[in-house]
Structure formats: structure tokens, C-alpha cells
Nanobody, 115 residues
Framework: QVQLGESGGGLVQPGGSLRLSCAVS????????MGWYRQAPRKQRELVAF???????NYADSVKGRFTISRDNAEKTVFLQMNSLKPEDTAVYYC?????????WGQGTQVTVSS
């Protein structure tokens, strides 16, 4: 059974940091490209960061220099380190796994940046 479980979301003040984790099971994690998307209220879901099975990364312009995606193949977990958070980063953050035509999604974790 495929499972993606996000954790680490919460309420943080502007300028603060959070680290999201996504632990997976039920598929061969190491061969999948992994990503983080987010969806703010009344907005479309957007790509935040992506890491390939080989470790190459890509970021949305809005988070470059502030967010870092990484993966631990032994632990079957992908991380998103978020620094210098802004109110506009407030959204539900989703973990995704992609290999060929297979694409899996987690349930999401809420991140709220507010004073």
C-alpha cells in the first residue's frame, strides 16, 4: 500500500523556520523523483521544490535561497527546510512522488506564517 505522510507543519512567525518531512512506504523510493507542492486558499497548487532520484534539485523562484529540499533514501524520507518564512508562504504543503506514469500524493500539512 502506497503511503506518503507529511509532518512538520505548524504556525510560525515571519522570519522563522520549519522543516517538513515526508516519510513514504509501499514503493521503491530511491528511483522516484520527489517534490513539494503547496496550495494557498483560492489559489492553484504550485510546485515549490523538486529533487530527482539522482539528487538534482529545482526550486520555484519565490523560494530560491530560502528553501532547501533533500532526501534520505535509506529512511525513505524527503525533507523541505524552510527558512526566512513569509506570510505568503502560508499554504497546505503536499509531498509528491513521480516515476514514469506513476504519481503519488500525500494528504498535506498546513503551514501558517503569521505574527
Amino acid at each position: 500500500q502506497v503511503q506518503l505522510g507529511e509532518s512538520g507543519g505548524g504556525l510560525v512567525q515571519p522570519g522563522g523556520s520549519l522543516r517538513l518531512s515526508c516519510a513514504v512506504s509501499g514503493f521503491s523510493f530511491s528511483i522516484y523523483d520527489m517534490g513539494w507542492y503547496r496550495q494557498a486558499p483560492r489559489k492553484q497548487r504550485e510546485l515549490v521544490a523538486f529533487i530527482t532520484s539522482g539528487g538534482s534539485t529545482n526550486y520555484a523562484d519565490s523560494v530560491k535561497g530560502r528553501f532547501t529540499i533533500s532526501r534520505d533514501n535509506a529512511e525513505k524520507t524527503v525533507f523541505l527546510q524552510m527558512n526566512s518564512l513569509k506570510p505568503e508562504d502560508t499554504a497546505v504543503y503536499y509531498c509528491t512522488a513521480k516515476f514514469s506514469i506513476r504519481n503519488y500524493w500525500g494528504q498535506g500539512t498546513q503551514v501558517t506564517v503569521s505574527s
